[in-house]
């Protein structure tokens, strides 16, 4: 089975401009999350879906971002224009809806995001 | 606001040598994640411990969960090499919206030394 799978690996961009990152998760994850590391800080979190609905928001920094899961599959999550501190690794995360009653979220290997 | 505090933030220990890993957490939660991340690599999920007392092992590994004190320990006996990497505690919490969301620790760099 796959695993999350997130692309790209790396990005380099200039203050100002635009970069989306994309997320595709386990086959058959109902739950994607969107994360986010800066540097020396902790993982924290940006959004949840499910399927193609935004569940909870609550974690992202300001109307820059915009994350969207078109059909249910995969997520993209863009940020537009770039800013200094927007710079960090994002994580995506995927769950099937409590299986076994626990709902363990699989990890995506993250886009590290350097902007310039 | 649920925080989650993790010690050490860095730790060095020589192989064959025993240490733990502390995760204390400021609300009340009955569900804690203990991950694994290699550099450039996935989190990978180490441990699920689900309610108080609860203990869990797998191989050099063990964590413990205890609710009442707020602190989930992960403990490593005999280190080996392959045992380097960042290791994250999460804190479960069921928001506002119904979903579980992950707080997580800010994670302990761990190098083996031979």
Not at chain 1, 4 to 23: A, D, N, W
Not at chain 1, 81 to 94: K, Q
Not at chain 2, 87 to 94: E, G, L, M, T
């Amino acid at each position: 089975e796959a695993g999350v799978t997130q692309f790209p690996s790396h990005s380099v961009i200039e203050k100002g401009q635009t970069v989306t990152l994309r997320c595709d998760p386990i086959s058959g994850h109902d739950n994607l999350y969107w994360y986010r590391r800066v540097m020396g800080k902790e993982i924290k979190f940006l959004l949840h879906f499910v399927k193609e609905s935004k569940q909870d928001e609550s974690g992202m920094p300001n109307n820059r971002f915009l994350a969207e899961r078109t059909g249910g599959t995969y997520s993209t999550l863009k940020v537009q224009p770039a800013e200094l501190e927007d710079s960090g690794v994002y994580f995506c995360a995927s769950s099937h809806p409590l299986r076994l009653g626990v709902d363990t979220q699989y990890f995506g290997p993250g886009t590290r995001l350097t902007v310039l | 606001e649920l925080k989650v505090e993790q010690n050490p933030l860095f730790l060095s220990m020589q192989e064959g040598k025993n240490y733990t890993i502390y995760c204390n957490y400021s609300t009340t939660s009955d569900r804690l994640y203990w991950y694994r991340q290699d550099p450039g690599k996935s989190l990978e999920s180490l441990f699920v411990l689900l309610s108080n007392g609860a203990v869990k092992q797998e191989g050099r590994l063990m964590a413990s969960l205890d609710t009442k004190a707020r602190l989930s320990t992960l403990h490593i006996t005999a280190a080996v090499h392959d045992l380097s990497a960042t290791y994250f505690c999460a804190v479960a919490s069921i928001t506002n919206f119904g979903n579980e969301k992950l707080t997580f620790g800010t994670g302990t760099r761990l190098t083996i030394i031979p």
